[in-house]
Each structure stands twice: as C-alpha cells, then as structure tokens.
C-alpha cells in the first residue's frame, strides 16, 4: 500500500535509505581512490539519514510510503516547479529486503500520478551511471523514463 507520508515516518525512511543506499557507496568507493572517497563521502550515512528525515519531517505533503503488512518499506520524496511544469523526484528507496518485487517502479509511477494531477508536463530525475545505481536506472525505465543525459563527476587525489 502506497500512502502519503507522515512525520512519524521519517526515522524509518532514513534507515531505509541508509541501507538502500550502501550498495552505492560501495560502488563509488571501488571507482575512486580510498582519500577521495574518505575526504567526500566518510558521513554518508549521517548526511544522507539527516537529509531522508528531514525532507520526511518537514516536506511529508511531497513524499509517500510503502507499507506491507504494516510496516514501511519504501519511500520517494519529490518536489513540483510549477512555473516551469516540472515535477522531480529526489530521494526515493525500497528496504534491500523488499527489492526486486516492483515496490520501486509502483513508488515511481504513484509519484508520476501525483505530478500529472498537479498539472505538470515533465517529470526529472536524477540518477548515477555507475554499477551501484544499476537497479535504479531500471527502476527508471519501467517506470516509463526513456531519455537522459549522461553525467560524470571527477575526483582526484592532492
């Protein structure tokens, strides 16, 4: 069941997305040098949980939950531009456990609905080219994304 988010919801979506988003930082971590990764992503987990929380806590009318059984499996996060008809999507996961079952792709296009119903035109997001966000890039894509821009982000050690 997919529902719109509460406060009370946001600690459960920053474990959720600190143990989604492991899989990431370990694949970064492979594609960079140990001094870059340290000097840029050590606190991962504590920016990321403090961000997932706080966009939960503060912005829950922009953000829904999956529940099974009573228990909150997934989250996604957007935000609508609507002098431009844009409706984004930020921060989004499933539970590691729940993976694989379509919770994703039925979060994505729940978020799209909400951006139709809104009046947007357009909807973005923003995802990495690396192994780690693999999934997510699939997620995308059945959930009817077909066209991006490809991104690259360098890093070097001093």
Request: neutral net charge; aromatic residues 10%; contains cysteine.
């Amino acid at each position: 069941m997919i529902r719109p988010a509460r406060r009370e919801d946001a600690q459960r979506c920053g474990d959720i997305a600190v143990a989604a988003w492991e899989r990431v930082f370990d694949a970064w971590r492979e594609l960079i040098a140990e001094r870059p990764w340290q000097d840029s992503f050590r606190d991962w987990r504590e920016r990321k949980r403090a961000s997932v929380e706080a966009q939960i806590r503060d912005h829950y009318a922009a953000a829904a939950v999956t529940e099974i059984d009573g228990e909150v499996v997934g989250f996604v996060t957007w935000r609508l531009h609507g002098e431009r008809g844009v409706g984004e999507i930020s921060n989004n996961a499933v539970h590691p456990a729940h993976q694989g079952r379509g919770i994703g792709t039925a979060q994505i296009r729940h978020v799209l609905e909400v951006f139709r119903e809104a009046g947007m035109t357009s909807a973005r997001v923003l995802t990495g080219g690396d192994t780690g966000h693999a999934p997510a890039r699939a997620m995308y894509r059945n959930a009817g994304f077909t066209r991006g821009i490809p991104y690259v982000e360098y890093f070097l050690e001093l």
